[in-house]
């Protein structure tokens, strides 16, 4: 199985090169191209930058998805989730979790108590454009994000008077979304308005091969029962407000808010015998985020000034039934934690081939955490000021570059620079075959949890440093109603200082990892032609990495170096198939996951060490009505199109296959 899995991953990349020379080969001097890429726009500040772009086609289509479904089905990102509906992280390039920046309209929405991001929370609807920009092409952002960078923004429309949309979902296992959204204005001024609610009884019956029914005393083959995921249920709503005036046409002031509330009853493990009176777990999360800012378009410089805030409210609660009305807690636990940040952003033109930047900010984290069954936790906060400039660039037609240094400094640390040097050789004009060479350190400071957390934090860790290395080859190539795009890069990182929470002991607690290795390469292609009442598309995307602990055991029973970190995939792979013949429309989506080790030995002797890999295909076919002018758009999708039985996490079932109706009314 192995081997043949590893064949159609390379046949897979093959065919890739091999459609790429083909085109290549038809290029001619006289062909009159149009920007087609996976870069959106060469301008001089995106040199040596890799930015992908999530298709509008796939933003329609999944308006009632969270950002993780999204990401799992169309990125070469590893999804790492808990179970539907349940807490999902991402991970660029064999990176951890926190290793992985979120910007949302210029707010980190990243946890500065637990560093990373839950992208089961992040609607679909609440976002406009989702950019995604792998190891060092996040320093043109932000620092820390060793792995990479997940840009989310929305934007207003300035020929918009009014236009709304709404949105009704209905699918199995008792989940039905509702979405609207309006927006109203004119030239000068522009609100949009979007609310949600989401909710699902997340009761799927699954195959439960963590418990063994019986046993065939003859053959010994292990029987396992069929269960239902019980006590699942999760339940999402909220609202964005967001207004955008624009006194000059060079002058633009806005406005957001986005407040969410979401509670989630998470499941019993699959290997728990205990019955439904014990280990009945809830959670919920409230967040407010809002930001002002100001953006000046000058002639020799741009300049923006930007106030962000983040508070988050999240409550965990564990309790044991003991009669119909008496509960008896295990757990209950709270983490608050409020962010406010400030930046100022100015940009000078000496002319089109010479821009330079220059950026400053204060950021201020506040974090109360308790547990009050056992009365542990932490009330700590920190203030952290950054300072980065930048050059860019364009020595001739074919040679452009830029370098970037800065750095973020916490109080009672030393500083950290951050550097980043790039350049880009064009062989073909208009962007069409260059070659990008970029060089790079970044930090990141371990988050208030892996400092404070009670019991298990550790005071002693260091800042976590990399080094990083890539290289990269995009070529386009536009003829008439045919486009092709193909971006392949190979990436090495050294990342010193990983921090990686062990079982010791005490329990868990973080320790600093004297160096992680991490080499890969990654290739992305998107074919489609179009004609007046036909449009096809093809997208594809491989990606290979090696993440290994190159660093010291820490003790006698430590066999992890050299071998593979817990929960990266070393294959990844993901293609979609679009297809719209007049008001008709079918897509198809392949994803899969090589094996993932859950140990960091790699020991593959039971089957808790290791989860299968796995295949998901998915489905869709839909229909488009025309009423008054007004747009109805109908879609059945067919999810896990195969019934494939598969798992994220250890003792965590995810859902067979399963099926979703959903109407857009625009209007």
């Known amino acids: 199985m192995r081997k043949a899995i590893h064949k159609i991953l390379f046949a ?12 290549s080969q038809r290029l001619t001097d006289t062909l009159q191209i149009e920007e087609i890429c996976i870069n959106p726009g060469r301008s001089l500040q995106t040199t040596s930058l890799t930015i992908t772009r999530l298709d509008s086609l796939i933003l329609q289509s999944k308006r009632s ?18 179970g539907r509906g349940a807490m999902s992280t991402a991970s660029f390039r064999g990176t951890d979790p926190s290793h992985t920046k979120v910007l949302w309209n210029g707010i980190e929405l990243n946890s500065p108590m637990l ?7 992040i609607p679909m609807f609440f976002i406009d454009i989702v950019e995604l920009l792998p190891g060092t092409s996040s320093i043109n952002n932000v620092s820390g994000a060793i792995g990479g960078l997940i840009n989310l923004s929305t934007s207003p429309d300035w020929e918009n008077r009014f236009s709304g949309t709404y949105l ?21 001024f522009q609100s949009q308005t979007r609310v949600f609610y989401s909710h699902s009884d997340n009761d799927f019956i699954f195959k439960n091969n963590d418990i063994i029914d019986s046993i065939d005393l003859e053959t010994g083959r292990k029987f396992h029962p069929l269960m239902k995921n019980e006590d699942a249920w999760f339940s999402h709503y909220g609202i964005l407000q967001e207004l955008h005036y624009r006194p000059t046409q060079k002058d633009i002031i806005s406005l957001s808010y986005w407040g969410q509330k979401s509670s989630r009853s998470i499941p019993m493990l699959s290997t728990s015998e205990s019955g439904p009176n014990n280990n009945i777990n809830r959670q919920d999360d409230n967040s407010i985020r809002g930001q002002i800012s100001y953006k000046h378009f000058g002639e020799k410089y741009n300049l923006k000034l930007f106030s962000g805030v983040n508070y988050m409210d999240l409550n965990f609660a564990m309790k044991n039934r003991m009669s119909d009305s008496v509960y008896i807690l295990a757990v209950n636990s709270s983490g608050k934690t409020s962010s406010l940040y400030n930046s100022m952003d100015m940009e000078y033109f000496f002319n089109n081939d010479l821009r330079v930047e220059l950026s400053a900010g204060v950021d201020y984290h506040k974090v109360q955490s ?47 620079p951050v550097l980043k040097a790039g350049t880009e050789f064009h062989i073909l004009t208009d962007d069409r075959l260059y070659l990008k060479l970029i060089l790079a350190t970044n930090s990141k400071y371990p988050s208030l949890n892996d400092l404070y957390y009670q019991p298990g934090g550790n005071l002693n860790l260091k800042a976590e440093r990399s080094l990083d290395q890539e290289f990269g080859v995009h070529y386009n190539y536009v003829n008439g109603k045919l486009r092709f795009s ?41 074919l489609s032609y179009k004609t007046d009442k036909t449009f096809f598309k093809i997208q594809s995307g491989y990606t290979l990495t090696h993440s290994r602990d190159m660093g010291k055991n820490l003790n006698q029973f430590d066999f992890s170096f050299g071998k593979q970190l ?44 290791y989860l299968y890999p796995y295949f998901m295909n998915q489905a869709a076919i839909g229909k488009q009505f025309e009423i008054k002018g007004n747009k109805l758009n109908i879609s059945l999708k067919v999810h896990n199109l195969l019934n494939e039985e598969y798992r994220s996490i250890l003792q965590r079932p995810m859902p067979g296959r399963n099926y979703s109706l959903q109407l857009n009314f625009n209007f």
């Not at 897979?12 to 085109?23: E, G, R, T």
């Not at 560093?115 to 929370?121: A, H, I, Q």
């Not at 959204?181 to 000068?188: D, Q, S, T």
């Open 12 to 23: 897979l990349s093959v065919f890739q090169l091999i459609v790429a020379n083909i085109y």
């Open 65 to 82: 998805n969270s950002l993780s479904e999204v990401l799992a089905d169309h990125s070469g990102l590893f999804i790492k989730t808990y």
């Open 115 to 121: 560093g990373m991001v839950d992208f089961s929370l």
């Open 168 to 188: 009704q979902d209905l699918g199995s296992f008792g989940s039905h979304d509702e979405q609207l959204r309006i927006n109203a204005g004119n030239n000068k």
């Open 370 to 416: 308790l547990e009050k069954v056992k009365i542990l936790g932490y009330n700590e906060s920190r203030i952290q000021s950054k300072i980065y400039g930048a050059i860019y660039k364009k020595w001739s037609q074919k040679w452009r570059s830029n370098f970037k240094l800065g750095t973020e400094v916490l109080s009672g640390e030393n500083l950290k």
């Open 486 to 526: 193909q971006d392949f890069s190979i990436y090495m990182s050294q990342v010193k200082n990983w921090i990686m929470w062990y079982y010791n002991v005490r329990g868990f607690s973080p320790e600093n990892i004297e160096k992680v290795d991490i080499k890969g390469y990654e290739t992305n292609i998107s």
């Open 566 to 609: 817990p929960y990266i995939p070393v294959h990844s792979a993901n293609t979609m198939v679009y297809l719209m013949r007049n008001t008709w429309s079918f897509s198809y989506i392949w994803n899969y996951y090589s094996k993932r080790n859950t140990t960091t030995s790699n020991n593959e002797s039971s089957l808790q060490d």
